[in-house]
């Protein structure tokens, strides 16, 4: 999701009384109806957008510090969500014939070309270039065994720094929208530098500070990516006396900037915005309380969740109307719980039911082989094509600035 620009005029009341107030936080609005200052709702808002991490970093507070085997159940949930909120737009871009015409080479060929690339995988990770298959005058290339496993680490790791930027900048969008829907209002808008800032500038004192008492770790949970993450992690932990205070600085500078120009623009009366602001900051300071790792899977949870809702609550919205011709994804979300909820177990079952959870698995299926690669493994790498497919789709199908996209925000 990107930056939002106006959308269509808002209708509305504000809320008065006791009563009325509790109503209008905590009741769903009708899909036609246009909500002011929130996306959906301020409940709704609040337990999916900004404060969704809660959700899993309370119950991990009183479960053991051993990863992942302390919280093993709470770790597979976070992970299935995961799994399952990158399959999320495919009905969106599949099941609708406006959507689908729009886009139809990419939603064609994309998919073709990573596709070959996952069933190329078994073959990827044993093969290698032999020494000096490139000649060129007296130069050979490569002057060693090249082993295309390194392509497939480096694609791995590409997806998880992408996956990084990814969730801030989809937070980044959340807060856009909400910038948008005050500038309908004839509010100010709020820069949109200050509220990336706001988003992304605690990232440096996390990976500066946080990250290198837990080298150990993370090169233990990444290390299908060791070849460069290691020498990241050597990096960090050589830097940190001189980064870490400077980037405490950064962080404290992009709290106190969002405040001023939160304060010059709305006198702090946007409280969706206050909110969201007030839930991200608290996210970022728990990795400086609690256990860094439990902090990162809710805020794994968290992307996963706020996604998750968001293309409900787009979704309802865009189908409140009949169409015509009328979309397979319109007749299908008559249902939305039996819809939304059969395809999400259902991913998560398979998700869950082939994996080996450090020694513990459901059935004997992941010890099962596939071309010579665990069915195990074949997640794993289906959930990375999936991540590149979700990130380019995310790309141009969730840009809040286009006029057609706005019109179910």
């Keep these: 999701m990107r930056d939002a620009a106006n959308p269509p005029s808002i209708r509305g009341t504000e809320p008065t009384g006791l009563a009325d107030g509790l109503r209008g936080i905590f009741r769903i609005p009708p899909p036609a109806e246009r909500v002011r200052a929130w996306h959906v709702s301020p409940a709704i808002d609040m337990a999916a957008y900004h404060f969704s991490w809660l959700w899993v ?3 991990l507070l009183f479960a053991g510090p051993e990863y992942p085997v302390d919280y093993l159940p709470c770790y597979v949930f976070v992970v299935a969500v995961g799994f ?3 399959h999320y737009t495919l009905g969106y871009a599949y099941l609708d014939g406006e959507i689908f015409a729009r886009h139809r080479t990419r939603f064609i060929y994309t998919p073709l070309i990573l596709g070959a690339a996952f069933l190329a995988t078994p073959f990827l990770v044993r093969a290698s270039i032999p020494v000096g298959v ?15 496993k390194l392509l497939v680490t480096a694609v791995i790791f590409g997806a998880g720094v992408w996956n990084i930027w990814h ?32 988003v992304m500038g605690w990232l440096p004192l996390i990976v500066t500070y946080v990250a290198p008492p837990f080298a150990d770790a993370i090169q233990t949970e990444f290390k299908i990516a060791g070849p460069f993450v290691q020498p990241i992690v050597a990096w960090l932990l050589a830097a940190e006396p001189i980064a870490a205070p400077i980037s405490a600085l950064l962080a404290l500078a992009s709290s106190a900037t969002f405040a001023v120009f939160e304060w010059r623009t709305h006198r702090f009366r946007n409280r969706p915005r206050l909110s969201m602001a007030i839930g991200l900051g608290s996210l970022w300071a728990c990795f400086l309380l609690v256990d860094p790792i439990k902090v990162y899977l809710a805020f794994a949870f968290s992307h996963g969740l706020e996604y998750m809702v968001f293309v409900w609550a787009y979704q309802r919205r865009r189908y409140a109307e009949p169409r015509s011709p009328e979309p397979t994804l319109a007749r299908l979300l008559r249902h939305p719980w039996l819809t939304y909820s059969s395809y999400s177990l259902a991913l998560a079952a398979i998700y869950i039911g082939l994996q080996d959870w450090e020694g513990f698995s459901l059935w004997e299926l992941p010890s099962v082989r596939v071309a010579d690669m665990k069915l195990g493994a074949w997640i794993f790498y289906w959930g990375v094509f999936q991540s590149l497919l979700h990130f380019y789709f995310d790309g141009f199908l969730w840009k809040t600035r286009r006029p057609e996209v706005r019109q179910s925000l």
Excluded at 134 to 148: K, N, Q, V
Aim: hydrophobic share 45%; net charge positive; with cysteine.
């Design 84 to 86: 399952v909120h990158r």
């Design 57 to 59: 970093l309370l119950p």
């Design 167 to 198: 969730t801030l900048a989809q937070k980044y969008g959340i807060l856009r929208i909400y910038t948008a829907k005050a500038h309908c209002e004839r509010e100010a808008s709020v820069p949109g530098w200050v509220d990336r800032l706001l």
């Design 134 to 148: 490139i000649s060129i005058g007296g130069l050979h290339w490569p002057e060693a065994d090249l082993r295309l």
